[in-house]
């Protein structure tokens, strides 16, 4: 069985990957949309030969007209820029065929239990939002039939009818629960994927400036500096402020350093830099006048507020006794320590 589904997903990565589109958000939503088509194949033609079987020629029509647009549609991927058109021409069909088969029902009125696979198709490959507005609005659309078609209460009794509404507002409710969570995982793994990313591609420069730097026998200073006490600027005026105080401190410090020095972001509150061909004094005088414009650096929030920060900082200069780029990220990350046990806002 995992065999079988980790081949079926090959040929869903192979129809996909013939999208014009290469926006995550879509790639992911016609993805769903391909499983559900060659999921839907083998149901759909199983269904359309039984109703020929007992001669309903009518829904047999409409069950290979759907099943005809779904697989259709995915030879159509490669050509066309709007791929949502595809979800909703099958919506529609879908939509129309529920609610034929719920007014045309069969000899024991179960032909309306196939309506609990909407919502839960349909938020699948919608989304959580627009998936529950399609799955609301089916069911309205089948509460009018109970309402207003009089021939209706002849099929399905008036309790079964508040059973079936709440029960599918149930399915529909939980679907998109789980659909919501689902994408909030995903959107998730894609950001931690980005961030991966970032740091892969700031090792690869910084190892790269580490290992000329011992070639040449450059001289090479590695710090770390932490916003002092961020957390409770965080907890006294928001978040929001708090990522405020990390753009401007950004700002200030790309402003101070120069062309040649590298800076980026270790996360949260700490931002590392490496200062190529300086030596320690000329590094640590670096880092102090970098510290002292930081804590003359007044943020502005509200309308007339300003706030300010302090920093500290751990420098360590490239020796031969240095091997590799975590050991010197190790020792400056102890000298930052010792900068906050010393009362912070300052060097070490």
């Known amino acids: 069985m995992i065999r079988l589904a980790k081949n079926i997903q090959h040929l869903v990565d192979f129809i996909v990957s013939k999208a014009h589109s290469q926006h995550e958000e879509e790639i992911f939503r016609l993805n769903h949309y391909v499983w559900i088509a060659l999921l839907m194949l083998p149901v759909a033609i199983g269904s359309g030969a039984y109703n020929v079987y007992i001669k309903n020629y009518a829904l047999a029509f409409l069950i290979i007209l759907f099943s005809g647009h779904m697989i259709g549609s995915l030879f159509l991927i490669p050509t066309i820029k709007r791929t949502y058109l595809l979800y909703h021409g099958a919506n529609l069909l879908y939509t129309f065929l529920l609610l034929y088969m719920v007014f045309h029902t069969d000899a024991e009125n179960s032909r309306i239990l196939w309506a609990y696979i909407y919502p839960v198709g349909i938020i699948f490959l919608l989304g959580h939002r627009l998936g529950f507005l399609w799955s609301f609005l089916l069911l309205c659309m089948m509460i009018g039939l109970f309402l207003f078609v009089p021939e209706i209460h002849t099929i399905y009794s008036i309790p079964f009818q508040v059973r079936f509404g709440i029960t599918y507002l149930g399915v529909a409710i939980i679907s998109s629960w789980v659909e919501y969570h689902g994408s909030r995982s995903h959107q998730a793994l894609l950001l931690e994927q980005k961030l991966l990313n970032e740091e892969i591609e700031r090792r690869k420069i910084l190892e790269k400036e580490l290992k000329r730097a011992k070639r040449y026998n450059t001289s090479l200073c590695f710090a770390i500096l932490d916003i002092d006490y961020f957390k409770r600027i965080n907890d006294t005026f928001g978040h929001p402020i708090g990522d405020t105080v990390l753009q401007a401190l950004a700002k200030q410090c790309l402003g101070s350093l120069r062309e040649t020095d590298l800076m980026g972001r270790l996360g949260g509150e700490e931002f590392a830099f490496l200062l190529l061909h300086v030596t320690e004094e000329q590094a640590r005088a670096k880092m102090e006048k970098l510290r002292e414009e930081l804590s003359q650096l007044n943020v502005s929030y509200d309308t007339n507020s300003t706030l300010n920060f302090t920093v500290s900082i751990g420098l360590v200069m490239l020796s031969e006794r ?18 906050k046990d010393a009362g912070r806002n300052c060097v070490r």
């Open 322 to 339: 240095i091997e590799g780029l975590d050991e010197l990220y190790i020792q400056a990350d102890e000298k930052l320590y010792a900068a």
